[in-house]
């Protein structure tokens, strides 16, 4: 069974965070099992059990990777979570995968980052563990910046989802053209990854364009309207398992409904470097409110979002695409620092950064065309 662990970073004494690479004293300790500290003396021949295999172990440990430890004997499970620490802190979830094994899932790990781990615990039989029990990794590095900061306005392709699902309704033209299938995104994700393409956010962007920090090779940012639960629960996975960075909008009030992320699932994606931008309050025609029916879906909605978070919310989707001078002044006001189209567009400056154009990828688009139009755009 799994469940939402909220880990307490353990601080590691320096003698537990030499971190060995190996179990080489897997088969010297069986003797110790005597050393229990609960003074009872019934089961002191009984070995101890061990930790026989850990992973992932090596210093370019893939961002996405599980962790899991496995024991000599069937472990007391809620001794084992009790103990098991990773540092510097990560959000994820424990589970087991039986008596044995016990696995880890951060939601997302960081680039570049030693951890330090540390498992205890008892059997069932109520021996605690012996022999080695920390062992620490590094993950891979960011991608390197190739581009030097603010060095002209660059193309990046900013790709359109809406659904990342199978449409259910085959009578449905239009949802049908919004519904890429898992399976062709993940083609796309592949073919993004094996051709050299880096999904950024807009942050990443504003950052380039104030010239504050470079751009890997071939940026694009990945942008999800609507904020459907199939972006947390289809997407997000394939994203992380390609370590790409994408940019989920949000309708801050239908968190929650049938078929849409759960404020959690919100916040879970933010903590997994996900960029949430605001698609207003309730998806209204931004061209049709009064002024005040305008400021209320620009602003209740990032502060909605940036209450939920708890850092500012800077990125901005009109709903359908539909904007006027006056919706645009009226986000720009609101403190926002981009905001995107449902228009054809590919360079990006700062002048233009409330109405930066998109790439729209529809449901039934072949890998080939998909290809052509990510590379026109980079
Ligand atoms: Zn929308």
Request: with cysteine; hydrophobic share 40%; net charge negative.
């Amino acid at each position: 069974m799994w469940f939402v662990a909220a880990l307490v970073a353990i601080g590691l004494s320096p003698a537990t965070v030499s971190a060995s690479l190996s179990w080489v004293d897997r088969d010297s300790s069986s003797s110790t099992s005597s050393a229990r500290d609960d003074g009872s003396t019934r089961l002191e021949l009984r070995p101890g059990p061990q930790v026989e295999s850990a992973e992932p172990l090596g210093d370019r440990v893939p961002v996405s990777s599980a962790i899991t430890v496995t024991f000599s004997q069937p472990m007391s499970r809620r001794s084992v979570e009790r103990s098991f620490g990773i540092q510097p802190h990560v959000e994820g979830r424990l589970g087991w995968v039986d008596d044995f094994t016990v696995r880890f899932q951060p939601i997302r790990l960081a680039r570049g980052v030693s951890y330090q781990l540390e498992v205890g615990g008892r059997s069932i039989e109520g021996v605690p563990l012996v022999g080695q029990n920390t062992w620490g990794f590094t993950t891979a590095a960011a991608p390197p910046m190739i581009t030097n900061p603010g060095s002209g306005a660059p193309r990046v392709p900013v790709l359109m989802y809406h659904y990342i699902r199978v449409n259910p309704d085959p009578r449905d033209h239009l949802g049908f053209s919004l519904s890429v299938t898992p399976r062709d995104f993940a083609s796309q994700m592949d073919w993004l990854a094996a051709n050299g393409f880096h999904a950024i956010t807009f942050r990443e962007l504003h950052a380039y364009l104030a010239g504050a920090a470079g751009l890997p090779g071939r940026p694009i940012i990945l942008t999800f309207d609507d904020g459907y639960e199939d972006f947390y629960t289809t997407a997000l996975p394939i994203l992380i398992r390609h370590d790409f960075r994408a940019v989920s909008y949000v309708v801050s009030g239908f968190m929650g409904r049938p078929g849409y992320m759960t404020a959690a699932q919100v916040r879970e994606a933010d903590r997994a470097d996900i960029e949430i931008g605001s698609h207003t309050v309730d998806h209204a025609d931004l061209t049709r409110q009064s002024y005040d029916g305008l400021r209320y879906e620009v602003t209740a909605s990032k502060r909605a979002l940036e209450e939920l978070l708890g850092h500012p919310v800077l990125s901005f989707c009109y709903p359908s695409g539909m904007f006027s001078p006056n919706v645009v002044s009226v986000v720009q006001q609101a403190g926002y620092s981009d905001a995107t189209t449902t228009k054809y567009g590919f360079w990006r400056s700062l002048d233009g950064r409330f109405l930066w154009g998109r790439l729209r990828v529809s449901g039934g688009q072949s890998l080939a065309d998909f290809a052509t139009e990510a590379l026109r755009a980079s």
